[in-house]
């Protein structure tokens, strides 16, 4: 039988084959702090939160063709902004990577490494758990409100959220490409539960 341990090292052996040194390290970053998040919000979810971390961004090496391509042979939709930054279709490929080559079936974990670009309203914790961990790994290249959203991570998800969010709206913006809508509905829901909480 297959242990667990046996398991991640197998996974990371692939993965260290297919994405680039950086992206190697920062796949473990986000594997690490996600578990870490899950042993704070939910215990159950912590092994389930290392595998989305490692597995979330499977496709991200992928040239943009291949993307493109594979994303049209798996009958993966398409929108206007994913056609001008395919790399926006890393998330969904990836979740399709991680069933394909690694046996990863769990659909809370593929449902987390799928929204992990976007999010989306009311995340489930393992879902705003990976959305989050994404920015607050340690080896994640500077970001802004990187300090609160650390701060905040292992405080309160909504709120990590909601920062996580602006600063990958404002990011988009400050390159100036456009935004995805399912961005701005991450952002608008996330405001609005800061409000609720008197957060904002
Ligand atoms: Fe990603
Ligand atoms: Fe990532």
Same mark, same amino acid.
């Given at each position: 039988?297959?242990?667990?341990?046996?398991?991640?090292?197998?996974?990371?052996?692939?993965?260290?084959?297919?994405?680039?040194?950086?992206?190697?390290?920062?796949?473990?970053?986000?594997?690490?702090?996600?578990?870490?998040?899950?042993?704070?919000?939910?215990?159950?979810?912590?092994?389930?939160?290392?595998?989305?971390?490692?597995?979330?961004?499977?496709?991200?090496?992928?040239? @943009? =063709? $291949?993307?493109?391509?594979?994303?049209?042979?798996? =009958?993966?939709?398409?929108? +206007?902004?994913?056609?001008?930054?395919? =790399?926006?279709?890393?998330?969904?490929?990836?979740? %399709?990577?991680?069933?394909?080559?690694?046996?990863?079936?769990?659909?809370?974990?593929?449902?987390?490494?799928?929204?992990?670009?976007?999010?989306? /309203?009311?995340?489930?914790?393992? $879902?705003?758990?990976?959305?989050?961990?994404?920015?607050?790994?340690?080896?994640? /290249?500077?970001? /802004?409100?990187?300090?609160?959203?650390?701060?905040?991570?292992?405080?309160?998800? @909504?709120?990590?959220?909601?920062?996580?969010?602006?600063?990958?709206?404002?990011?988009?913006?400050?390159?100036?490409? =456009? %935004? @995805?809508?399912?961005?701005?509905?991450?952002?608008?829901?996330?405001?609005?539960?800061? +409000? +609720?909480?008197?957060?904002?």
């Amino acid at each position: 039988m297959t242990t667990l341990s046996e398991k991640y090292r197998t996974i990371r052996k692939g993965l260290k084959k297919s994405l680039s040194e950086a992206r190697y390290a920062h796949s473990l970053g986000v594997a690490a702090t996600a578990s870490c998040m899950a042993m704070r919000y939910d215990i159950s979810l912590v092994e389930k939160a290392y595998l989305a971390g490692l597995l979330h961004d499977t496709a991200k090496c992928l040239p @943009d =063709g $291949e993307k493109l391509r594979l994303a049209q042979e798996k =009958g993966i939709p398409v929108n +206007e902004f994913e056609k001008a930054s395919p =790399g926006l279709l890393h998330a969904p490929l990836s979740a %399709v990577l991680a069933e394909e080559n690694y046996g990863v079936t769990d659909p809370e974990i593929l449902s987390a490494i799928r929204l992990h670009t976007l999010g989306k /309203p009311e995340m489930t914790t393992l $879902e705003a758990i990976l959305y989050v961990a994404d920015y607050a790994e340690p080896d994640r /290249p500077d970001v /802004p409100y990187f300090r609160t959203i650390r701060e905040a991570a292992f405080r309160d998800l @909504d709120q990590a959220a909601y920062l996580t969010a602006k600063t990958a709206v404002d990011y988009t913006r400050k390159k100036g490409q =456009g %935004v @995805d809508p399912r961005s701005l509905e991450t952002l608008a829901y996330y405001k609005m539960k800061m +409000e +609720e909480k008197g957060l904002s």
